[in-house]
């Protein structure tokens, strides 16, 4: 069995310190156990400044002045302890988050099964109540401190009964008692709200223009700041996938979400209200509508609408976390509304924890694409469970803590990130650092490689979104269609289609539009073509997809026999873990890779070049 | 809400007559009230005789005498009152069933659901338990008596716990119970085990061939029968879609079912065996093996190993239940070995009760294919469950009626069926009865045209079996690939294919071999054949496929039309209800038609000749 303390803080052995409400005297004991942990003395001296998140760690004369304020003292801590076990220079000037609001949301259902989960169930809650071991929850809260991660959503915005009751008294004591625990560190609460919740508590309707609906939702705003003060908000998925929300009443986002944001923010409080809006009851028969364009189309033109308080939680693509999306043209649009950028560490589309998938270098495009326009704040769909290891496959906590320290630092920094992340948590060195280092690196390459073409999306299975199945989403109402021909793949999402590409800025767009600068990993996402065009190098796209197909599955056998090298230089049970993943993603990536190549051969009939296997 | 006696019986309105256990005095009591119930008095003298299913209507000077044996005098007394409901010629010669053991199985979970059922719930389980209308139960036993029906499996051949203690002291109490309620109408039962049964309940294994599990077997099957000494036997559904069986333990079939047949034999007990075994983790690659051939490889070498009380249940055709497929070839075979024909009216691939599949017809061709090897049994897959109306669809009672009628004079006869059908439920004359039996008679054949074509099955969506995806089952392990490209589709069956027709007697292979001689219904079934093949009235197959599904559609559409002519005709709720299923048939047939055209489009490319809309 693993310990569960387990992941870049392996100096830290049990429980966490004692909090008696002194944050100082807290950060001074977490200190103490984690130098004892680290077998390490040193002369530090801690001091509270008036500053919120930040930190400085200044060498001095005998050894080190921590700095921060409330919470940034506790970072400070954690980061001087992680510095010090990883052998880096320690002393660090002054350091400001770069979002403000570093979010985790969980997608956890009360009955204990977590939506999209693949470490295992819910930390929080068995059979439709709270049901937590409170040494576990500290240790967690700790590890999401140590990254600066300070708000988590703690059940899933697809709010099932009874988690709508949260906000109610009859759960309310329940979410007081979970903050209290994550309290000492910094990490606040946010709670996912059912829209629709007056109308079945006590009124007909939940009409956010309706007087008793405001005065319903102010006394239970009122009630649950009584109960928990420092509670960021409230996080809201409207009129999304079958979710209640405004548009049952005939009223826009703004004005939905206005009937929240007002209540909150007497009481401090932020709305968090998710973008994720399109229709999900298309007719596939309908190529107008293309559902990258509904994030924009619903949003765009209400800019300036929302109160100061209410935040847009904008998805990283306009799908839904595809292996490769553009950035969601929302980000570069309504300057006057605030915003934040959702990722997903949870591995949905991108291998379920069992095949690698090293997230930083997809966010460091992301970050790379928005610019200047980057939003204030940030959150990740987490990958955490109850497994021992907390995110099932062991080399996915890299990305969790990859989260963590790009919502602090605003930079993805995909190798810097994985090296310290190894250092911290295996203490690999040399030939056995690279090894691993390179493993992360070309995770992600990989598994595009092996799984979607040129930013051909939605080939995965639609049970699950395990597993490759190319034609499982035609014809369905989910809005995601190939439309692949015996000719033609791709399609044109620009203006001589369904004019996806002119929500972009200008340069954006045209860079996209134009076939020969379009970003060849997109050409199809952006572009019908036929099968036969030449790419840049000269390789048509059937053989592309071939190469890439073969290319792909050959590196998932070369991330096993890579792994295969670290035995020894890994603990037995982080081997065994990642091993049994390795040799499962292997299996994925020849399936995905015979599939995609026979599902567009049968179309096009186009032999391989090289005369690989390909199957009837 | 609907009268639970509706169906063929209108004229029985409440609840049955006790039963004392003088099948006579029962029979006299049941003429009584069907008498009452119809408004009529007849002079009627029953005399009972040594015979079993068989009875005779003879016309005295003063009336009728019905005679029969102990069930048939209860089959007689149904028949006279149908007869008379119908306005029929009352006087029967004396008449025998074809078919032995008249059997439905009930897929029902103790859960409460029913697997594959689309009526409902079951009528037998809630909550893991037996519950039911005692009333409602006796109902049913009076319909299934009513069209001869003699044996029901009452738990799902799919066993899962506590269904599998059905056999064991502690449920065995209330199959006890349950078969006293049957008793009187001559339908005994038949319980489906899990053949692992042993292993989970005492002993280390379920191998067939140690001595301690067939020690294990006859004390079970010894207390069995001590508690119901009348049940048919058991239904073993083995080695089939990850169901335990005697390949587990590396025993032929043979082997495995001696092992239950002997002690069930000593008893006066069958053991109906399910040929439904295949292999359904195939590798999608793997173009040699074809599921279709599985039968047969599994059982023909067999013959003259089994014991002679087991019943071989072999389904229709070589899949499963598809819309159009060739008879299974083991019916050709196995002389020496006992067999059922297994079909199915629950319509888990015909429509779920939605659409309108009146089944006679195939049943007619299933009958003419099978010719002199008619096996000894029957069965059908029941469609019933606890709606009021008993199949959800008030006109899918015409397929159990049908069923019951066909397993007694092992003829199909659709317009004679459903004339009596329609005659029975709604007394329907003149134009109104041409209408509904028109309905009935083409439902079918509108069917299959916008669904399958020309014998390519599995179009079904993979999850729940109604509604349209190609693909869906492409790449799956479950054996049914269409294998498409852009200039052939259907599946080559003949000895340079597969080779499943070589498993046919030499003049059916022979038909079927041959492109021109092969049922064109089946034609891409057996053979595998480019788009622009010229089929025998000069069409090529992708303009039939065109034709049949805007044809399908159509006809769907003038379903409905009929249907509201007969608005007044028959009873509101009925109207209302068959209705209401109709209008979900016409979306349903019309998203068939687009989705199956753009599919094969996207492959062929080649235009309808007729220019109708084909989306892109």
């Keep these: 069995m693993y310990q569960t303390e387990f992941a870049w803080l392996p100096f830290f052995k049990g429980a966490v310190s004692a909090y008696g409400g002194d944050k100082l005297a807290f950060a001074q004991a977490e ?59 320690i002393e660090t000037p002054p350091t400001n988050p770069a979002f403000s609001l570093r979010m985790l949301n969980h997608w956890d259902n009360m009955t204990g099964q977590i939506e999209r989960g693949y470490s295992g169930n819910t930390f929080f809650y068995k059979d439709n109540r ?89 006394k239970t705003i009122d009630q649950v700041y009584a109960e928990v003060p420092d509670l960021v908000g409230f996080l809201v998925k409207a009129d999304s996938e079958n979710r209640p929300g405004p548009y049952m009443y005939g009223r826009n986002h703004a004005e939905g979400a206005g009937l929240l944001s007002k209540p909150l923010k007497k009481r401090g409080g932020v709305l968090v209200w998710r973008c994720f809006v399109y229709n999900c009851k298309q007719d596939w028969r309908d190529t107008a509508t293309d559902r990258p364009k509904a994030a924009y189309d619903n949003y765009a033109h209400l800019d300036g609408q929302f109160d100061d308080n209410v935040i847009l939680q904008v998805k990283n693509g306009p799908f839904d976390f595809q292996v490769r999306e553009p950035i969601t043209p929302l980000f570069y649009t309504m300057p006057k509304t605030v915003k934040a950028l959702e990722v997903q560490i949870a591995q949905e589309y991108t291998g379920h924890q069992i ?70 948590t295996f203490g690999l060195k040399g030939k056995a650092m690279e090894t691993l280092l390179n493993m992360l690196l070309v995770s992600r390459d990989a598994y595009e490689k092996y799984t979607a073409p040129l930013g051909v999306c939605w080939m995965v299975r639609t049970q699950g979104h395990y597993g490759v199945q190319p034609e499982g989403y035609e014809y369905t109402p989910w809005g995601t269609y190939l439309r692949t021909t015996h000719t033609h793949l791709g399609l044109d999402r620009t203006k001589t289609g369904t004019g996806y590409a002119l929500q972009y800025p200008d340069a954006i767009r045209d860079a996209y539009v134009n076939v020969d600068t379009c970003d060849e990993k997109l050409l199809l996402f952006f572009h019908r073509l036929p099968f036969t065009y030449r790419m840049k190098d000269g390789r048509t796209i059937i053989q592309r997809i071939y190469d890439d197909h073969f290319e792909g599955a050959e590196m998932a056998e070369g991330l096993l026999a890579a792994w295969k ?12 873990n990642v091993l049994e993943r390795l040799e499962r993603q292997v299996v994925n990536a020849k399936e995905w890779r015979d599939v995609v190549n026979t599902y567009y051969h049968r179309y096009c009939l186009i032999a391989d070049e090289k005369g690989r296997k390909i199957y009837d």
């Excluded at 709270?130 to 809260?141: K, P, V």
């Excluded at 990254?147 to 007081?176: Q, R, T, Y």
């Excluded at 090298?565 to 065994?576: M, R």
Aim: charge should be negative.
């Design 565 to 576: 090298t670290l035995k020894g230089d890994v603990p037995e049970a982080s081997y065994e």
């Design 130 to 218: 709270f049901c937590y071991d409170e040494n576990r929850i500290r240790r967690y809260a700790r590890m999401l401190c140590s990254i600066g991660i300070n708000c988590i959503s703690i059940n899933n915005v697809n709010v099932h009964a009874p988690a709508d009751e949260m906000v109610l008294p009859s759960l309310l004591p329940e979410v007081k008692k979970l903050a209290a625990l994550f309290r000492p560190f910094g990490v606040r609460l946010l709670l996912a709200i059912d829209y629709s919740l007056p109308a079945r508590h006590g009124l007909t309707t939940a009409d956010p223009l309706d007087r008793e609906v405001q005065a319903w939702w102010e």
């Design 31 to 89: 200190l103490t156990l984690g130098l004892d942990g680290l077998g390490k003395k040193a002369n530090v001296s801690l001091e509270q400044t008036a500053d919120g998140d930040g930190y400085a760690i200044l060498k001095t004369a005998v050894g080190y002045t921590i700095s921060g304020g409330d919470t940034g003292l506790l970072y400070g801590v954690y980061a001087f302890l992680m510095k010090m076990h990883a052998g880096q220079e």
């Design 355 to 424: 095949d690698l998938f090293y997230m930083p270098p997809q966010w460091e495009e992301y970050l790379a694409q928005i610019g200047d326009a980057r939003p204030k704040h940030i959150c990740a769909v987490t990958n955490t469970g109850d497994d021992e290891n907390w995110t099932g496959h062991d080399l996915a906590q890299a990305n969790l803590y990859g989260f963590g320290r790009m919502a602090w630092t605003g930079k993805a920094e995909p190798k810097e990130t994985a090296e310290t992340w190894i250092e911290l």
